[in-house]
């Protein structure tokens, strides 16, 4: 995520009286105390950007906006096709830059100012998907921030699975600008999730449904997504790309809390006697992987039952790492081979220090016949 926002340095002279310099001095911190008195004092007044509204209202509030405050990227630069996903922290839409397409994120603000610290998801964009390190990251091109929001850019990936699904669209966000003189009326389509995982997952049981009467989906392109591993996008071919670093940070760091709260692991739950803010994301990440896992070779396409009852609050820690030798509580999967279950109940250990890490699971003979 080459950075196209310009910025000024200011330099002062030095006084060659040194009372001068004193008295200067004083009078600087002063103006600065004052500054940043005002400057947080309005902070503080500041009412947040979207408050109030749910995410779709947020999106297309974010779209205008963006088009009013970055006419020269989003109109000279950009074509801008449509809309393809948004959620809480931002919107994506699909562009193209002369004949290549792309994907644009805004990420929302929740004050307007024009030089704010910049997202660690951008960071993270820039130092892994600017080059080679991975086939499997969302290649980086450029970012930028205006009052209102962040935008980064990047490749489109994906295909759009939920088109010949019947799946509903809404409505466009339709609006007027004048730009360079030019008054421009933009309609811009929605389609929401169509390239993500759950939306290839969707149609390809729809499609299976259709044709054996059965919704479990095969498992070479299950075996496929999984090694190569809501955030994993598909494209043709069953090729993968990760998307959207906005809670991410280095693992030296410890979490406190997991993101999506369905596949979350078990440590973090209330009674978990591990420290918050110590535990290693990497191993949540495997448990979130095997429940992804789990959801792509059940029939339904669910998360385990139990976590209805974990989310409720009805089953802890305890509950869980007392039962069937640590275990997660699965529910059955039709026609999985031992090898599978194997890697699920390896993935999905109720104990994180009892979990398998991402290299065991790469290296699993589930695997054995996946070349990606």
Known sequence: MFSTTNTASVSSSSSSSSKHSSTSSANSVTKTTTAAATTTSADKNQKPLYSGLNSEAMARM?????????????????????????????????????????????????????????????????????????????????????????????????????????????????????????????????????????????????????????????????????????????GQNTSVRLADFGHAKHASLGIKHYGTLEVSAPEFLPDSHFV????????????ALGIVLFSLVNATGEVPSVVRQVLAGQVGYAALVSCDFGEYPLDEVPDLDEDGWDLLFAMTRVDPTTRVSITQVLAHPFFADVVV
Request: charged content about 15%.
């Open 62 to 234: 974010a779209v205008y906006s963006a088009f009013t405050q970055s006419p020269n990227q989003l109109i000279s630069k950009y074509k801008v096709q449509k809309i393809i996903g948004f959620g809480s922290n931002g919107v994506v839409l699909a562009a193209f830059f002369n004949a290549t397409p792309v994907a644009i994120k805004i990420i929302y603000k929740s004050k307007t100012s024009t030089n704010a610290p910049v997202p660690a998801e951008i960071d993270i964009l820039k130092q892994f998907g600017s080059n080679s390190a991975s086939t499997h990251l969302l290649q980086y091109i450029e970012d930028w921030q205006d009052q209102s929001a962040f935008y980064v850019v990047t490749e489109l990936h994906g295909a759009d699975w939920l088109k010949n699904t019947g799946s509903s669209t809404l409505r466009p966000v339709t609006f007027g600008l004048t730009h360079n003189n030019v008054f421009l009326r933009l309609s811009l389509p929605i389609s929401t999730g169509s390239s993500d995982l759950w939306a290839w997952s969707y149609a390809h049981r729809a499609h299976m449904y259709a044709t054996t009467g059965s919704p479990i989906l095969p498992l070479e392109p299950v075996k496929k997504i999984v090694k190569q591993i809501e955030n994993i996008l598909v």
């Open 276 to 287: 918050s803010g110590e535990l290693d994301g990497r191993a949540a990440d495997v448990f």
